[in-house]
């Protein structure tokens, strides 16, 4: 069955330090891979997104995501983070069912040290 | 604003109450979903419609009916509901749901049933 897994449910990072969330999915063929983040109290933003080509992935807000499908991961980096930066980041993988559909990690929350 | 709106941004209802959640993009795109989104849980797809027609339905209890009258618009009817179903409410749209395009999401509706 398809699943994604985001390991660490919290991450505590001081300000100007690099950052980096994992991801890891099941899919038997090759992922469509996203990237969202989710501010307190608002919806969810796509980051970036990974469907075919160059496997390092360049986002919005200076993210970046390299997918290793030998490792089945699609890591999301960051090489100094901000205060805004804190949020809730979630992984998913793009899959073909009956319908079209992704599959969400359960998110990994972002704290921000000053 | 990301070009999907929900409203009301939060709600608190009796167990006995009859209450809808609206949903509405601008954004031309042919796909609409409901998600639900409780504490330290995934991302929980309830309703899909493609053109104006359901093509999902996660299992979802009858007490939550969703209406979808053209496009831009998508309603979640809610009755009877019980304390577990509070949680954040997301709508989103996508280009296509058979496409890979990732979605656009709302900043969510946060219900409250007591």
């Known amino acids: 069955a398809q699943s994604v897994t985001q390991p660490d449910i919290h991450i505590t990072v001081s300000e100007g330090a690099s950052l980096e969330l994992r991801c890891n999915y099941s899919?038997?063929?090759?992922?469509?891979l996203f990237w969202y983040v989710q501010s307190p109290g608002q919806g969810l933003q796509l980051l970036l997104k990974?469907?075919?080509?160059d496997t390092l992935v360049q986002g919005i807000k200076g993210f970046e995501a390299e997918f290793k499908r030998s490792q089945s991961s699609f890591n999301l980096r960051k090489p100094s983070v901000h205060w805004s930066d804190a949020a809730e980041y979630f992984c998913?993988?793009?899959?073909?069912?009956?319908?079209?559909?992704?599959?969400w990690g359960a998110g990994t929350k972002l704290i921000i040290k000053p | 604003e990301t070009g999907v709106t929900q409203t009301p941004r939060h709600l608190v209802m009796g167990m006995t109450n009859k209450k809808s959640l609206k949903c509405e993009q601008h954004?031309?795109?042919?796909?609409m979903y409901w998600y639900k989104q409780s504490a330290k849980k995934p991302l929980e797809l309830m309703f899909v419609?493609?053109?104006?027609?359901?093509?999902e339905n996660n299992s979802v209890p009858s007490r939550f009916s969703p209406e979808c009258p053209n496009s831009s618009h998508l309603f979640l009817h809610l009755h009877t509901l019980q304390p577990e179903d509070s949680a954040l409410y997301l709508c989103?749209?996508?280009?296509?749901?058979?496409?890979?395009?990732?979605?656009?999401f709302g900043s969510g509706t946060r219900l409250t049933v007591v």
């Open positions: 954004l031309g795109h042919n796909a």
């Open positions: 989103a749209s996508s280009q296509d749901p058979t496409e890979n395009y990732g979605y656009t």
């Open positions: 990974y469907f075919s080509g």
């Open positions: 899919y038997g063929a090759t992922p469509y």
């Open positions: 419609y493609n053109f104006k027609e359901q093509t």
């Open positions: 998913a993988v793009g899959v073909m069912d009956s319908n079209y559909q992704l599959i």
